[in-house]
């Protein structure tokens, strides 16, 4: 199809990739895969080397690349670069007259083939049948209608017609019917019964990738409505582009590489450092930086950090600033703020170590793959696990769709120390054990072996969805712009939490995200203000997701009354979030992390 509607270069790497289903103006489609989009020549390729390596690792592939999904063109003498998209599904409904005052209604369901040149059957116009049947894999195909009304072995003609029976005016499932012409018929809510696969075995047809492109398959289908939120859950890796300062030292070493290759020790380094040369270069250098790289040298094989691990080194070694210093990079430049300029109350203080003002960020986002019915997020380190069950998003293409926004943020540092002894006390110990129960019986439904994040995560997890809140009413920026990076590093005892926004232009954003840094303070107090109170309190606050009949086992108080964001925000769709570790809350008082501050 082509000139049938237009998204954003964002939306094919978060929502309209390849395998999405999406509605045009016209026709139901479904996003072809990376062998139909315009040659590489002709896209903007992004470059960014951490990236990368972990796109390696994740897909196998040795030499990925990326590209950015083609632009619309704003020059009417050119013609558009577009990415093709396939008519899906192939089974339609013909929209028949109605009488009124009746409250049944029947349309007949015919396939594609029964179409004539304009699209209509019979003269009369048609719409996509909603109902697919697809697998978590993110296979996806028409429903085999003939089969589901008569049962796997009927021999009833498959030329005979079928019709769709709405029983009543609410659009429930156990309201509608399939009917066929010979009498036979059933109810579309015995398609949701799984285990008695009603739908058939998955036949793992990819039809974004085109014909004869299935694969083998064993799953049960399930049925799938074409418009629903869980038809298509993208996973996508992104990064930020920070400096590896661990990085230029190793090439620093690897440059000194016949001076340092005997170095086994600190002793020994030091004796090497009385070279002028040596010394000159390693100033401000601490020798146990130097040593590990040495060490790591003499390994031959270079670690690979967690992407957050990465750009925790690089946001917390940015040095203190206040003014009009001149960026030096393009794609980072943060300074950390003064105590004297943010520092006002003492009931704060002793909880917060520092705060950094990142002026300038950017972003990359890749996308991988995809699943449907069940998200698959990326672990606290950022990290997919290489073993989960993605569709694929080309037969044997060698590159991947990304995009790059640049921006600004805030970097709050909690202090140590204080997440500590917060750690031992008796109370945040059997709330943390509650939060992780009810991660345990998540993971026994869902057939998943993620460890659970610990507490401290839900702590800075928590906190950042009620800062955003509170500082999208001063910053400029609505909540749903504010995207969040927590970083959670018990192993060197590192906790943060970055606030950040951006846009895929050049010159990013304004600085009024950037500039609420110096009132800081001011924005924790109205969030651990809001966070006391649910307006669905107690209801949210007597909330334990080890005992959840909602099965929301993986939130403690938690609701979109108060702590819920928009999934453009939330690292990890809104699961891993309970306040009783950041306030106190009604019946819980024991387990917060500010727990003087009211």
């Known amino acids: 199809m082509k000139g049938q509607g237009q998204l954003r270069q964002s939306q094919i790497i978060t929502t309209y990739g390849p395998g999405s289903l999406i509605d045009l103006p016209r026709y139901s489609a479904i996003v072809a895969g990376l062998e139909q989009w315009p040659n590489t020549s ?13 796109l390696r690792l994740l897909t196998g592939i040795q030499s990925p ?3 950015a999904p083609p632009p619309e063109n704003n020059d009417p003498s050119q013609s558009n670069l577009g990415i093709v998209a396939y008519q899906f599904p192939e089974w339609f409904l013909v929209q028949e007259a109605t009488d009124p005052p009746h409250r049944e209604r029947s349309r007949r369901l015919v396939h594609r083939r029964a179409l004539d040149a304009k699209g209509r059957f019979d003269g009369r116009s048609v719409v996509a049948t909603r109902f ?53 018929q059933r109810s579309l809510s015995v398609a949701t019964q799984i285990e008695d696969r009603p739908l058939g075995t998955c036949q793992g047809s990819r039809p974004w990738l085109g014909t004869h492109a299935s694969e083998e398959c064993k799953e049960p289908s399930r049925l799938l409505i074409r418009t629903a939120s869980n038809a298509y859950f993208p996973q996508v890796i992104s990064v930020l582009s920070l400096p590896d300062h661990r990085g230029d030292l190793d090439d620093l070493v690897r440059e000194m590489w016949d001076d340092l290759q005997i170095v086994d020790d600190i002793e020994g380094l030091n004796f090497i450092k009385r070279k002028p040369n040596i010394a000159a270069r390693l100033v401000g250098v601490s020798v146990e930086a130097v040593m590990e790289a040495i060490l790591r040298a003499k390994q031959g094989v270079p670690e690979i950090k967690p992407v957050k691990h990465v750009e925790l080194d690089a946001i917390l070694s940015v040095p203190q600033g206040f003014g009009d210093d001149v960026p030096i990079d393009e794609n980072f430049h943060a300074r950390r703020l003064p105590d004297h300029v943010w520092r006002d109350r003492p009931d704060l203080n002793e909880k917060i170590e520092a705060v950094i003002q990142v002026h300038r960020l950017r972003e990359v986002l890749a996308l991988v793959g995809f699943t449907r019915f069940e998200a698959y997020s990326p672990d606290i380190n950022g990290e997919f696990e290489t073993d989960v069950a993605r569709a694929s998003l080309s037969r044997e293409s060698e590159w991947l769709p990304a995009v790059e926004n640049r921006g600004e943020g805030i970097f709050l540092q909690l202090r140590a120390s204080a997440i500590t002894d917060w750690m031992t006390r008796d109370g945040v110990m059997k709330r943390i054990e509650s939060l992780h129960k009810g991660h345990n019986l998540w993971a026994e439904e869902k057939n998943m072996s993620r460890p659970f994040p610990g507490g401290p995560y839900v702590l800075l997890h928590t906190l950042s969805h009620l800062l955003v809140q509170s500082m999208a009413m001063k910053c400029g920026y609505p909540a749903s712009s504010i995207r969040e ?12 939490i970055l606030l950040y926004t951006g846009s895929p232009d050049s010159e990013g954003t304004l600085g009024g995200l950037v500039q609420q840094a110096r009132y800081i303070e001011s924005h924790l107090a ?8 649910c307006s669905n309190d107690p209801v949210c606050s007597g909330h334990s997701p080890s005992k959840s009949l909602e099965k929301r086992w993986l939130q403690g108080a938690s609701c979109h009354g108060c702590a819920l964001l928009a999934e453009t925000s939330c690292e990890m769709r809104n699961d891993y979030l309970d306040r009783a570790l950041v306030v106190p809350v009604l019946g819980i008082t024991d387990a917060a992390f500010f727990e003087r501050f009211l």
């Open 65 to 67: 690349r990326m590209y």
């Open 485 to 496: 990076r927590i970083y959670a590093n018990p192993e060197i005892n590192q906790f943060g």
């Open 132 to 184: 697919l049947r697809a697998c978590p894999k993110g296979h996806v195909d028409d429903v085999d209608w003939y089969r589901f009304v008569h049962g796997p072995e009927s021999d009833c003609p498959r030329t005979r017609q079928l019709w769709l029976d709405e029983r009543g005016t609410g659009g429930d499932l156990a309201d509608l019917h399939v009917r066929c012409e010979c009498g036979s």
């Open 526 to 533: 109205g969030a651990l203000t809001t966070g006391a109170l």
């Open 42 to 54: 002709l896209l903007e390729e992004i470059v960014e080397p951490r990236l990368t390596e972990k």
